[in-house]
Protein backbone atom coordinates (compact mmCIF):
# COMPACT_ATOMS: atom_id res chain seq x y z
CA UNK A 1 0.00 0.00 0.00
CA UNK A 2 1.74 3.28 -1.19
CA UNK A 3 1.97 5.92 2.20
CA UNK A 4 -0.45 8.49 2.29
CA UNK A 5 0.77 11.73 0.98
CA UNK A 6 2.63 14.20 3.57
CA UNK A 7 0.21 16.82 5.28
CA UNK A 8 1.09 20.49 4.49
CA UNK A 9 3.02 21.67 6.91
CA UNK A 10 2.77 25.91 7.78
CA UNK A 11 5.95 27.85 7.06
CA UNK A 12 6.35 29.51 10.67
CA UNK A 13 9.16 31.44 11.89
CA UNK A 14 11.20 29.46 14.76
CA UNK A 15 11.12 30.04 18.56
CA UNK A 16 14.05 32.10 19.46
CA UNK A 17 15.29 29.70 21.58
CA UNK A 18 14.76 26.67 19.30
CA UNK A 19 16.72 29.05 16.43
CA UNK A 20 19.40 29.86 18.84
CA UNK A 21 19.99 26.02 19.59
CA UNK A 22 20.10 25.44 15.67
CA UNK A 23 23.06 28.74 14.99
CA UNK A 24 25.05 26.89 18.52
CA UNK A 25 25.57 23.91 15.96
CA UNK A 26 27.17 25.60 13.31
CA UNK A 27 29.48 27.42 15.77
CA UNK A 28 29.90 25.05 18.69
CA UNK A 29 30.82 21.53 17.39
CA UNK A 30 33.33 20.54 20.72
CA UNK A 31 34.83 22.35 23.81
CA UNK A 32 37.61 22.99 21.44
CA UNK A 33 35.32 25.59 19.54
CA UNK A 34 34.17 27.31 22.44
CA UNK A 35 38.00 27.79 23.72
CA UNK A 36 38.35 28.91 20.33
CA UNK A 37 35.83 31.62 20.10
CA UNK A 38 36.29 32.84 23.62
CA UNK A 39 40.01 32.70 23.33
CA UNK A 40 40.17 35.00 19.71
CA UNK A 41 37.49 37.21 21.36
CA UNK A 42 39.85 37.59 24.01
CA UNK A 43 42.75 38.93 21.48
CA UNK A 44 40.74 40.96 19.67
CA UNK A 45 39.73 42.80 22.99
CA UNK A 46 43.97 43.29 23.50
CA UNK A 47 44.39 41.04 25.50
CA UNK A 48 48.36 40.33 26.34
CA UNK A 49 47.96 37.41 29.24
CA UNK A 50 45.39 35.10 28.57
CA UNK A 51 44.26 31.91 30.69
CA UNK A 52 42.53 29.00 29.33
CA UNK A 53 41.11 26.74 32.44
CA UNK A 54 38.74 23.57 31.45
CA UNK A 55 37.47 20.83 33.56
CA UNK A 56 36.13 17.47 32.69
CA UNK A 57 37.25 17.84 29.25
CA UNK A 58 35.69 21.12 28.35
CA UNK A 59 31.91 19.81 29.22
CA UNK A 60 32.22 20.67 32.98
CA UNK A 61 34.33 24.10 32.66
CA UNK A 62 35.16 25.81 30.15
CA UNK A 63 36.96 29.69 31.79
CA UNK A 64 38.67 32.10 29.56
CA UNK A 65 40.20 35.20 32.07
CA UNK A 66 41.92 38.00 29.88
CA UNK A 67 43.45 41.77 30.09
CA UNK A 68 41.51 43.13 27.59
CA UNK A 69 39.65 46.37 27.44
CA UNK A 70 36.41 44.79 29.09
CA UNK A 71 33.10 45.14 28.53
CA UNK A 72 30.98 47.82 29.62
CA UNK A 73 28.00 46.53 31.97
CA UNK A 74 25.40 48.06 30.04
CA UNK A 75 26.64 46.51 26.81
CA UNK A 76 27.03 42.72 28.47
CA UNK A 77 23.16 41.64 27.64
CA UNK A 78 23.74 42.90 24.07
CA UNK A 79 26.66 40.91 23.96
CA UNK A 80 25.02 37.91 24.17
CA UNK A 81 22.53 38.79 21.76
CA UNK A 82 22.36 37.75 17.95
CA UNK A 83 24.35 39.81 15.48
CA UNK A 84 25.52 42.28 17.72
CA UNK A 85 29.27 43.21 17.76
CA UNK A 86 31.48 46.36 18.47
CA UNK A 87 33.57 45.12 15.55
CA UNK A 88 32.05 46.52 12.31
CA UNK A 89 30.97 50.20 11.63
CA UNK A 90 29.81 52.95 13.69
CA UNK A 91 27.35 56.11 12.98
CA UNK A 92 25.48 55.52 9.51
CA UNK A 93 27.85 57.74 7.16
CA UNK A 94 26.25 60.31 5.00
CA UNK A 95 24.18 59.57 2.07
CA UNK A 96 22.84 56.54 4.46
CA UNK A 97 25.10 53.96 3.93
CA UNK A 98 25.98 51.77 6.68
CA UNK A 99 29.58 51.71 7.38
CA UNK A 100 29.90 48.02 8.56
CA UNK A 101 28.45 46.91 5.20
CA UNK A 102 31.52 48.27 3.78
CA UNK A 103 34.24 47.17 6.56
CA UNK A 104 33.11 43.58 5.79
CA UNK A 105 35.69 42.89 3.09
CA UNK A 106 38.37 45.02 5.16
CA UNK A 107 37.64 43.30 9.10
CA UNK A 108 40.90 42.52 10.56
CA UNK A 109 39.66 40.82 13.79
CA UNK A 110 39.77 37.27 14.15
CA UNK A 111 35.83 37.09 15.06
CA UNK A 112 33.06 39.18 16.35
CA UNK A 113 32.68 39.69 20.17
CA UNK A 114 28.97 38.21 21.01
CA UNK A 115 28.70 36.68 17.60
CA UNK A 116 29.80 33.01 19.46
CA UNK A 117 28.37 34.36 22.68
CA UNK A 118 24.87 33.70 22.37
CA UNK A 119 24.95 30.21 20.34
CA UNK A 120 27.23 29.07 23.51
CA UNK A 121 24.80 30.34 25.95
CA UNK A 122 22.43 28.31 24.06
CA UNK A 123 24.13 25.01 24.78
CA UNK A 124 25.73 26.06 28.52
CA UNK A 125 25.05 27.99 30.92
CA UNK A 126 27.02 30.93 30.32
CA UNK A 127 28.49 33.41 33.20
CA UNK A 128 30.54 36.85 32.00
CA UNK A 129 32.28 38.85 34.79
CA UNK A 130 33.73 42.26 33.00
CA UNK A 131 35.10 45.78 33.59
CA UNK A 132 36.72 48.29 31.79
CA UNK A 133 39.26 49.85 34.22
CA UNK A 134 41.34 48.91 37.15
CA UNK A 135 38.83 50.78 39.63
CA UNK A 136 38.23 46.95 41.25
CA UNK A 137 34.47 46.49 40.67
CA UNK A 138 33.12 45.12 37.35
CA UNK A 139 29.85 43.33 36.83
CA UNK A 140 28.20 39.89 36.17
CA UNK A 141 26.12 38.29 33.67
CA UNK A 142 24.90 35.01 34.51
CA UNK A 143 22.35 33.20 31.82
CA UNK A 144 20.69 29.82 31.83
CA UNK A 145 18.54 28.51 29.91
CA UNK A 146 18.34 31.64 27.62
CA UNK A 147 17.13 33.53 30.90
CA UNK A 148 19.13 35.98 32.97
CA UNK A 149 20.03 34.55 36.73
CA UNK A 150 22.38 37.06 37.51
CA UNK A 151 23.46 40.44 36.97
CA UNK A 152 25.18 42.60 39.51
CA UNK A 153 28.51 44.06 40.66
CA UNK A 154 31.09 41.73 40.80
CA UNK A 155 35.32 42.42 41.58
CA UNK A 156 37.25 42.49 38.61
CA UNK A 157 40.16 44.80 37.21
CA UNK A 158 40.11 45.60 33.65
CA UNK A 159 38.99 42.79 31.30
CA UNK A 160 37.22 39.81 30.82
CA UNK A 161 36.30 36.28 32.11
CA UNK A 162 34.09 33.87 30.41
CA UNK A 163 32.85 30.72 32.14
CA UNK A 164 30.80 28.31 30.43
CA UNK A 165 29.64 25.32 32.61
CA UNK A 166 27.72 22.18 31.64
CA UNK A 167 28.42 22.42 28.25
CA UNK A 168 25.84 20.22 26.16
CA UNK A 169 23.89 18.73 29.14
CA UNK A 170 20.54 20.37 27.37
CA UNK A 171 21.51 18.64 24.30
CA UNK A 172 21.82 14.96 25.06
CA UNK A 173 22.42 14.17 21.26
CA UNK A 174 25.52 16.54 21.40
CA UNK A 175 27.06 15.30 24.22
CA UNK A 176 26.44 11.75 23.80
CA UNK A 177 28.45 12.59 20.56
CA UNK A 178 31.45 13.75 22.19
CA UNK A 179 34.65 12.17 22.97
CA UNK A 180 36.89 10.98 26.37
CA UNK A 181 37.14 13.91 28.12
CA UNK A 182 40.99 13.26 27.43
CA UNK A 183 40.64 13.39 23.70
CA UNK A 184 38.74 16.45 24.23
CA UNK A 185 41.71 17.78 25.78
CA UNK A 186 43.90 16.67 23.38
CA UNK A 187 41.95 18.67 21.12
CA UNK A 188 41.74 22.00 23.36
CA UNK A 189 45.55 21.75 23.94
CA UNK A 190 46.22 22.18 20.22
CA UNK A 191 43.60 24.74 19.61
CA UNK A 192 45.44 26.54 22.22
CA UNK A 193 48.67 25.80 20.48
CA UNK A 194 47.31 27.26 17.04
CA UNK A 195 46.37 31.07 18.84
CA UNK A 196 49.63 31.05 20.36
CA UNK A 197 51.34 30.95 17.25
CA UNK A 198 48.92 33.35 15.85
CA UNK A 199 49.16 35.82 18.72
CA UNK A 200 53.38 34.96 19.71
CA UNK A 201 52.99 38.78 21.45
CA UNK A 202 50.25 37.44 24.01
CA UNK A 203 50.95 35.04 27.02
CA UNK A 204 48.86 32.27 26.88
CA UNK A 205 48.67 29.71 29.94
CA UNK A 206 46.76 26.38 29.48
CA UNK A 207 45.46 24.55 32.60
CA UNK A 208 44.11 21.33 32.60
CA UNK A 209 41.99 19.74 35.93
CA UNK A 210 43.81 22.82 38.05
CA UNK A 211 47.40 22.03 37.00
CA UNK A 212 49.22 23.72 34.04
CA UNK A 213 49.55 21.95 31.00
CA UNK A 214 51.93 24.78 29.09
CA UNK A 215 52.31 28.28 28.48
CA UNK A 216 54.03 31.11 26.44
CA UNK A 217 55.83 33.77 27.52
CA UNK A 218 54.71 36.60 24.64
CA UNK A 219 57.96 37.26 23.68
CA UNK A 220 56.55 37.71 20.18
CA UNK A 221 58.66 35.69 18.50
CA UNK A 222 57.75 32.50 16.59
CA UNK A 223 61.00 30.60 17.35
CA UNK A 224 60.68 31.17 21.06
CA UNK A 225 57.15 30.29 21.24
CA UNK A 226 57.49 26.97 18.76
CA UNK A 227 59.75 25.83 21.97
CA UNK A 228 57.61 26.68 24.42
CA UNK A 229 54.84 24.88 23.15
CA UNK A 230 56.48 21.52 21.95
CA UNK A 231 59.82 21.14 24.24
CA UNK A 232 63.63 22.12 23.94
CA UNK A 233 64.66 19.45 21.91
CA UNK A 234 62.52 21.00 19.19
CA UNK A 235 63.79 24.25 20.16
CA UNK A 236 67.36 23.59 19.45
CA UNK A 237 66.69 22.21 15.77
CA UNK A 238 64.97 25.59 14.54
CA UNK A 239 66.05 26.69 11.54
CA UNK A 240 64.72 30.43 10.21
CA UNK A 241 62.77 30.55 6.87
CA UNK A 242 63.02 34.34 5.07
CA UNK A 243 61.85 37.20 5.86
CA UNK A 244 60.79 36.87 1.91
CA UNK A 245 59.32 39.19 0.19
CA UNK A 246 56.68 38.33 -2.59
CA UNK A 247 54.79 41.30 -4.44
CA UNK A 248 52.52 42.67 -1.72
CA UNK A 249 52.98 39.48 0.34
CA UNK A 250 55.83 39.44 3.42
CA UNK A 251 56.87 35.93 4.85
CA UNK A 252 58.92 34.84 7.80
CA UNK A 253 59.43 31.47 9.65
CA UNK A 254 60.87 28.92 11.53
CA UNK A 255 61.30 24.79 10.05
CA UNK A 256 62.74 22.01 12.23
CA UNK A 257 66.19 20.48 10.67
CA UNK A 258 65.66 17.00 9.51
CA UNK A 259 66.90 15.48 12.69
CA UNK A 260 63.35 16.43 14.20
CA UNK A 261 60.11 14.97 12.07
CA UNK A 262 56.57 14.11 12.92
CA UNK A 263 54.45 11.08 11.51
CA UNK A 264 51.61 13.77 10.65
CA UNK A 265 51.09 17.43 9.44
CA UNK A 266 49.94 18.33 13.45
CA UNK A 267 52.69 20.48 13.93
CA UNK A 268 52.91 22.38 10.02
CA UNK A 269 51.52 25.77 11.08
CA UNK A 270 50.93 28.66 8.88
CA UNK A 271 49.15 32.36 10.52
CA UNK A 272 47.80 34.27 7.69
CA UNK A 273 47.44 37.98 8.66
CA UNK A 274 47.56 36.71 12.73
CA UNK A 275 44.65 33.81 11.85
CA UNK A 276 45.95 30.03 12.10
CA UNK A 277 44.83 28.81 8.75
CA UNK A 278 45.19 26.05 6.12
CA UNK A 279 45.68 27.58 2.85
CA UNK A 280 45.29 24.35 0.94
CA UNK A 281 47.25 24.99 -2.40
CA UNK A 282 50.11 26.61 -0.35
CA UNK A 283 50.43 23.63 1.93
CA UNK A 284 50.51 21.29 -1.28
CA UNK A 285 53.55 23.52 -2.38
CA UNK A 286 55.09 23.76 0.59
CA UNK A 287 54.55 19.42 1.05
CA UNK A 288 55.79 19.06 -2.30
CA UNK A 289 58.88 20.82 -1.37
CA UNK A 290 60.03 19.16 2.02
CA UNK A 291 58.99 15.51 0.60
CA UNK A 292 62.84 15.23 -1.72
CA UNK A 293 64.39 15.84 1.90
CA UNK A 294 62.81 14.48 4.21
CA UNK A 295 62.35 10.78 4.83
CA UNK A 296 58.87 9.29 3.04
CA UNK A 297 55.93 9.71 5.55
CA UNK A 298 57.64 12.33 7.75
CA UNK A 299 56.77 16.02 8.13
CA UNK A 300 58.84 18.95 10.19
CA UNK A 301 57.80 21.25 12.78
CA UNK A 302 57.19 24.44 10.93
CA UNK A 303 55.59 27.73 11.44
CA UNK A 304 55.28 30.19 9.18
CA UNK A 305 53.41 33.88 9.17
CA UNK A 306 52.05 35.25 6.18
CA UNK A 307 51.31 39.43 6.05
CA UNK A 308 49.04 40.49 3.43
CA UNK A 309 46.12 42.92 2.60
CA UNK A 310 43.24 42.06 3.54
CA UNK A 311 42.17 42.05 0.18
CA UNK A 312 44.81 39.55 -0.94
CA UNK A 313 42.76 36.86 1.02
CA UNK A 314 39.74 35.09 0.31
CA UNK A 315 38.64 33.93 4.09
CA UNK A 316 35.51 33.05 2.76
CA UNK A 317 36.62 29.57 1.22
CA UNK A 318 35.62 27.42 4.23
CA UNK A 319 32.49 27.81 6.96
CA UNK A 320 34.86 28.48 9.95
CA UNK A 321 37.53 30.23 8.26
CA UNK A 322 40.14 27.87 8.65
CA UNK A 323 40.70 27.34 4.90
CA UNK A 324 41.87 30.42 3.28
CA UNK A 325 42.87 31.55 -0.02
CA UNK A 326 46.18 33.92 -1.53
CA UNK A 327 45.39 35.56 -4.40
CA UNK A 328 49.27 35.03 -5.05
CA UNK A 329 49.24 31.53 -3.72
CA UNK A 330 51.11 29.87 -6.68
CA UNK A 331 54.16 32.46 -6.13
CA UNK A 332 54.16 32.44 -2.83
CA UNK A 333 54.46 28.78 -2.47
CA UNK A 334 56.76 28.81 -4.87
CA UNK A 335 58.90 31.10 -3.04
CA UNK A 336 58.46 29.04 0.87
CA UNK A 337 59.34 26.08 -0.88
CA UNK A 338 62.20 27.18 -2.19
CA UNK A 339 63.40 28.22 1.06
CA UNK A 340 62.48 25.13 2.78
CA UNK A 341 64.01 22.99 0.22
CA UNK A 342 67.42 24.58 0.49
CA UNK A 343 67.43 25.22 4.45
CA UNK A 344 66.84 21.03 4.97
CA UNK A 345 68.84 19.80 2.37
CA UNK A 346 71.66 22.16 3.76
CA UNK A 347 71.45 21.05 6.84
CA UNK A 348 73.25 18.32 8.42
CA UNK A 349 72.08 16.26 11.67
CA UNK A 350 74.37 17.57 14.33
CA UNK A 351 75.45 15.00 16.68
CA UNK A 352 74.04 14.86 20.52
CA UNK A 353 75.01 12.47 23.15
CA UNK A 354 73.67 12.10 26.75
CA UNK A 355 75.44 13.61 29.21
CA UNK A 356 77.03 10.28 30.70
CA UNK A 357 78.09 9.00 27.17
CA UNK A 358 81.77 9.64 26.11
CA UNK A 359 83.06 9.90 22.78
CA UNK A 360 85.85 7.68 21.91
CA UNK A 361 89.18 9.03 20.50
CA UNK A 362 89.12 9.82 16.49
CA UNK A 363 92.98 8.56 16.38
CA UNK A 364 93.91 5.76 14.33
CA UNK A 365 91.37 2.73 14.87
CA UNK A 366 90.29 -0.33 13.16
CA UNK A 367 88.05 0.48 10.17
CA UNK A 368 89.41 4.36 9.86
CA UNK A 369 91.84 4.60 6.35
CA UNK A 370 94.42 7.12 6.48
CA UNK A 371 96.96 8.08 3.96
CA UNK A 372 99.07 9.98 6.25
CA UNK A 373 101.51 11.96 3.66
CA UNK A 374 98.52 12.55 1.24
CA UNK A 375 96.36 13.81 3.87
CA UNK A 376 99.59 16.25 4.88
CA UNK A 377 99.55 17.08 1.26
CA UNK A 378 95.69 17.56 0.63
CA UNK A 379 94.34 21.12 0.10
CA UNK A 380 90.94 21.96 1.60
CA UNK A 381 87.92 20.99 -0.46
CA UNK A 382 85.92 24.23 -1.48
CA UNK A 383 82.29 24.19 -2.68
CA UNK A 384 79.63 26.50 -2.40
CA UNK A 385 77.17 23.68 -0.54
CA UNK A 386 79.52 22.58 2.18
CA UNK A 387 81.98 24.65 4.34
CA UNK A 388 85.95 24.40 3.89
CA UNK A 389 86.79 20.67 4.22
CA UNK A 390 89.92 18.67 4.53
CA UNK A 391 89.47 14.47 4.33
CA UNK A 392 90.96 12.46 6.99
CA UNK A 393 90.09 9.53 5.69
CA UNK A 394 87.36 6.33 5.52
CA UNK A 395 85.39 4.66 8.37
CA UNK A 396 84.85 0.86 8.05
CA UNK A 397 84.28 1.37 4.49
CA UNK A 398 81.48 3.43 5.11
CA UNK A 399 81.59 7.13 5.96
CA UNK A 400 84.17 9.63 5.18
CA UNK A 401 85.63 11.59 7.61
CA UNK A 402 86.41 15.25 7.25
CA UNK A 403 87.42 18.64 9.66
CA UNK A 404 85.74 21.63 9.62
CA UNK A 405 86.81 24.76 11.31
CA UNK A 406 83.45 23.67 12.72
CA UNK A 407 84.13 20.64 14.49
CA UNK A 408 83.83 16.86 12.11
CA UNK A 409 81.96 15.77 9.78
CA UNK A 410 80.14 12.30 8.88
CA UNK A 411 79.42 11.56 5.27
CA UNK A 412 77.11 8.60 4.33
CA UNK A 413 79.56 7.59 0.86
CA UNK A 414 76.23 5.03 -0.38
CA UNK A 415 74.01 8.46 0.03
CA UNK A 416 75.76 10.87 -0.84
CA UNK A 417 76.99 9.07 -4.21
CA UNK A 418 72.94 8.66 -4.48
CA UNK A 419 72.26 12.30 -4.50
CA UNK A 420 75.10 13.24 -6.70
CA UNK A 421 73.80 10.61 -9.26
CA UNK A 422 69.94 11.78 -8.82
CA UNK A 423 70.16 15.76 -9.18
CA UNK A 424 72.44 14.62 -12.85
CA UNK A 425 70.06 12.24 -13.70
CA UNK A 426 66.97 15.08 -12.71
CA UNK A 427 69.41 17.70 -14.79
CA UNK A 428 69.62 14.78 -17.48
CA UNK A 429 66.13 15.48 -18.18
CA UNK A 430 65.24 18.83 -17.61
CA UNK A 431 62.23 20.17 -15.75
CA UNK A 432 59.41 18.95 -17.82
CA UNK A 433 61.25 15.46 -17.60
CA UNK A 434 61.86 15.32 -21.67
CA UNK A 435 65.50 14.03 -22.07
CA UNK A 436 68.25 16.25 -23.42
CA UNK A 437 69.99 13.57 -25.00
CA UNK A 438 68.59 11.13 -27.61
CA UNK A 439 68.29 7.26 -26.30
CA UNK A 440 70.59 4.89 -27.13
CA UNK A 441 69.67 2.05 -28.93
CA UNK A 442 70.54 -1.62 -27.18
CA UNK A 443 72.85 -4.12 -28.60
CA UNK A 444 69.77 -6.74 -28.75
CA UNK A 445 66.47 -5.59 -27.76
CA UNK A 446 65.66 -6.87 -24.13
CA UNK A 447 61.78 -8.78 -23.80
CA UNK A 448 59.90 -7.89 -20.63
CA UNK A 449 57.91 -10.50 -19.21
CA UNK A 450 54.96 -9.23 -16.79
CA UNK A 451 52.14 -10.68 -14.62
CA UNK A 452 49.01 -10.45 -16.01
CA UNK A 453 47.82 -7.81 -12.94
CA UNK A 454 51.71 -5.78 -14.35
CA UNK A 455 50.54 -5.34 -17.80
CA UNK A 456 47.81 -2.68 -17.77
CA UNK A 457 49.49 -0.78 -15.44
CA UNK A 458 52.72 -0.89 -17.40
CA UNK A 459 51.07 0.67 -20.26
CA UNK A 460 49.36 3.35 -18.55
CA UNK A 461 53.02 4.26 -17.41
CA UNK A 462 54.33 4.24 -21.00
CA UNK A 463 53.76 7.84 -22.02
CA UNK A 464 55.74 8.54 -18.95
CA UNK A 465 58.37 5.73 -19.68
CA UNK A 466 58.85 7.22 -23.12
CA UNK A 467 59.44 10.72 -22.01
CA UNK A 468 62.05 9.59 -20.03
CA UNK A 469 64.18 8.04 -23.14
CA UNK A 470 63.27 4.73 -23.22
CA UNK A 471 61.59 3.05 -26.14
CA UNK A 472 58.79 0.37 -25.10
CA UNK A 473 56.60 -1.24 -27.34
CA UNK A 474 53.87 -3.96 -26.65
CA UNK A 475 54.74 -7.13 -28.48
CA UNK A 476 52.06 -9.06 -27.96
CA UNK A 477 50.45 -11.11 -24.54
CA UNK A 478 52.24 -10.01 -21.57
CA UNK A 479 55.57 -9.68 -23.42
CA UNK A 480 56.77 -5.61 -23.87
CA UNK A 481 60.30 -4.85 -26.16
CA UNK A 482 62.80 -2.52 -24.84
CA UNK A 483 64.46 -1.14 -28.16
CA UNK A 484 66.50 1.76 -26.46
CA UNK A 485 67.40 3.31 -23.24
CA UNK A 486 68.53 6.74 -22.37
CA UNK A 487 72.36 7.00 -21.91
CA UNK A 488 72.40 7.88 -17.81
CA UNK A 489 74.28 6.61 -14.92
CA UNK A 490 73.15 3.15 -14.13
CA UNK A 491 71.78 2.66 -17.05
CA UNK A 492 74.24 2.45 -20.64
CA UNK A 493 76.72 5.13 -19.21
CA UNK A 494 79.69 4.73 -16.78
CA UNK A 495 77.87 4.08 -13.35
CA UNK A 496 78.70 7.22 -12.26
CA UNK A 497 78.12 9.50 -14.85
CA UNK A 498 79.22 12.52 -13.27
CA UNK A 499 82.14 13.03 -15.90
CA UNK A 500 84.98 13.03 -12.92
CA UNK A 501 87.52 10.14 -13.95
CA UNK A 502 87.89 9.52 -10.34
CA UNK A 503 84.62 8.59 -9.59
CA UNK A 504 83.73 6.91 -13.47
CA UNK A 505 83.18 3.21 -12.65
CA UNK A 506 83.02 3.85 -8.80
CA UNK A 507 79.07 3.04 -8.77
CA UNK A 508 77.00 0.02 -9.64
CA UNK A 509 74.89 -0.88 -12.84
CA UNK A 510 72.39 -3.17 -13.86
CA UNK A 511 68.99 -3.59 -12.57
CA UNK A 512 67.54 -0.57 -14.32
CA UNK A 513 64.95 -2.90 -15.67
CA UNK A 514 63.50 -3.98 -12.60
CA UNK A 515 63.82 -0.67 -10.92
CA UNK A 516 61.60 0.66 -13.88
CA UNK A 517 58.74 -2.93 -14.12
CA UNK A 518 58.75 -2.87 -10.53
CA UNK A 519 58.06 0.88 -9.90
CA UNK A 520 55.31 0.96 -13.10
CA UNK A 521 53.17 -1.40 -11.21
CA UNK A 522 53.35 0.58 -7.78
CA UNK A 523 51.10 3.66 -7.69
CA UNK A 524 52.63 7.11 -5.58
CA UNK A 525 51.87 7.76 -2.33
CA UNK A 526 50.34 11.22 -1.64
CA UNK A 527 52.66 14.23 -2.74
CA UNK A 528 55.20 11.94 -4.96
CA UNK A 529 55.78 12.20 -8.48
CA UNK A 530 56.15 9.28 -10.38
CA UNK A 531 58.74 9.86 -12.42
CA UNK A 532 60.78 11.69 -9.65
CA UNK A 533 60.28 7.83 -7.55
CA UNK A 534 62.14 6.73 -10.75
CA UNK A 535 64.86 8.70 -10.64
CA UNK A 536 65.40 8.23 -6.68
CA UNK A 537 65.92 4.70 -7.28
CA UNK A 538 67.69 4.60 -10.71
CA UNK A 539 70.45 6.54 -8.42
CA UNK A 540 70.02 4.23 -5.57
CA UNK A 541 70.63 1.11 -7.98
CA UNK A 542 73.81 2.49 -9.05
CA UNK A 543 75.94 4.41 -5.95
CA UNK A 544 78.64 2.78 -5.17
CA UNK A 545 77.84 0.26 -1.71
CA UNK A 546 78.70 0.67 2.09
CA UNK A 547 81.51 -1.80 2.78
CA UNK A 548 83.29 -0.80 -0.18
CA UNK A 549 86.98 0.38 -0.03
CA UNK A 550 87.38 3.96 -1.78
CA UNK A 551 91.07 5.59 -2.81
CA UNK A 552 91.73 9.04 -1.97
CA UNK A 553 91.05 10.80 -5.39
CA UNK A 554 87.40 8.99 -5.34
CA UNK A 555 86.49 10.10 -1.64
CA UNK A 556 87.82 14.05 -2.61
CA UNK A 557 85.41 13.81 -5.88
CA UNK A 558 82.56 12.56 -3.91
CA UNK A 559 82.97 15.00 -1.60
CA UNK A 560 83.24 18.30 -4.00
CA UNK A 561 79.82 16.85 -6.24
CA UNK A 562 78.02 16.59 -3.03
CA UNK A 563 78.85 20.15 -2.37
CA UNK A 564 77.63 21.30 -5.74
CA UNK A 565 74.20 19.98 -5.20
CA UNK A 566 71.30 21.38 -3.58
CA UNK A 567 70.92 19.66 -0.93
CA UNK A 568 74.04 17.84 0.25
CA UNK A 569 72.87 17.40 3.35
CA UNK A 570 70.32 14.70 2.71
CA UNK A 571 70.03 11.57 0.33
CA UNK A 572 66.76 11.50 -2.67
CA UNK A 573 65.03 9.30 -0.19
CA UNK A 574 65.00 12.44 2.34
CA UNK A 575 67.37 10.89 4.43
CA UNK A 576 70.18 12.20 6.40
CA UNK A 577 74.02 12.02 4.75
CA UNK A 578 75.83 14.32 6.66
CA UNK A 579 77.03 14.31 10.32
CA UNK A 580 78.05 17.26 12.36
CA UNK A 581 80.39 16.75 15.69
CA UNK A 582 80.60 20.13 16.96
CA UNK A 583 83.65 21.81 18.60
CA UNK A 584 81.77 22.86 20.97
CA UNK A 585 80.63 18.86 21.60
CA UNK A 586 84.01 18.16 21.62
CA UNK A 587 85.70 20.32 24.33
CA UNK A 588 82.55 19.15 26.51
CA UNK A 589 83.06 15.81 26.09
CA UNK A 590 86.89 15.73 26.75
CA UNK A 591 86.86 18.23 28.95
CA UNK A 592 89.18 20.36 26.99
CA UNK A 593 90.28 23.53 28.65
Sequence with gaps: ????????????????????????????????????????????????????????????????????????????????????????????????????????????????????????????????????DDGGVGHRLTLRDGTVV?????????????????????????????????????????????LALAAPEARLAFFVDRRLGFQTGGSGDLATVIGELYGPAVAESLLPLGPLEVGETRVWGVVSGPEVTRPGRGQVHVVV?????????????LE???????PRGRHPVLALAVATAPDQVDINVHPAKLEVRLLAERAVGAAIGEAVRTTLGRRPVPLRLPPALELPGFGLAPGLAEERAAYDGDGPIL???????????????????????????????HRAHERVLYERLAAAHGAEGRPRAEPVALPEPLLLELSPAQVARFGRRLDQITALGFEVEAFGGRTFLLRAAPSLPGVLAAPSGTGDPALDGLGESGGFVETLVGLADEEPGEGEDWRDRLLVRLSCRSAVRRGRPLPRPAMRALVEHLGRTSAPAVCPHGSPLLMHVSEALLEKQFDWR
Design 383 to 413: TPGLPPLRLVGQVRDRLLLLEGEAGLFLVDQ
Design 273 to 285: NGRWAQPRGLLGQ
Design 1 to 132: MADAPTAHRPIRVLPAAVSARIAAGEVIERPASVVKELVENALDAGARHVRVDVRGGGLDLIRVGDDGVGIPAAELWLACQRHATSKLGGETAPGGTDPATESLDGVRTLGFRGEALPSIAAVAELTLVSAV
Design 150 to 194: ADEPAPRTRGTTVSVRHLFQRVPARLAATARPQTEVTQIGQTVRR
Design 288 to 294: AAYRPVL
